[in-house]
């Protein structure tokens, strides 16, 4: 039986956190899904074709090299329901701290109990990644910082091209 993960998340940008974190997911499953949350009540930097479109552009070589199946999708309702519309037994989830940890627990054991075949897998960031939020790097590159050290390369182009005054 294949070991089907899914990553969810706004993906709103793509940063080098979640790059950390698909770069070790596709380790530990046969097919990696990144699913992006779609919700009428959020107004995202990037539209959700944009997003899918940085999604498949910098996480499918990563997969690919892993040998590791990859897709992405959207989804606008429970993360779990997700997970089982696409056949995954694994949700995987990156962790930079213990404020994150907390907090992922409450959900991990909120899914478990509406899907105890969806398992969740805890990924620690690595260090060098830590700190990197896309909510951070979005409010970098509107003030007109330069974020290209929190995210791929592809994505720092498409902040400038976002916020090109």
Known sequence: MPRIALYPGSFDPVTNGHLD??????SLCDRL??????????????????RLDMVRAVFGPVAAKAGCAFDCTTY???TVTAAQKHGATIMIRGLRDGTDL????????MNE???????TVFV???????????TLVR?????????SAFVPPLVAASLKKKFAR
């Open 21 to 26: 974190v698909v770069s070790h997911a596709v």
């Open 33 to 50: 899904i990144v699913a992006i949350g779609v919700h009428s009540s959020k107004k995202p930097l990037f539209s959700t074709g944009e």
């Open 76 to 78: 606008d309702n429970l």
């Open 102 to 109: 907390d907090f992922e627990m409450q959900i991990a054991g």
């Open 113 to 119: 109990t509406m899907a105890p075949d969806v398992h």
């Open 124 to 134: 620690p960031a690595s260090v060098a990644v830590r700190p990197i939020t896309a």
């Open 139 to 147: 409010q970098i590159a509107a003030m007109g910082g330069d974020a």
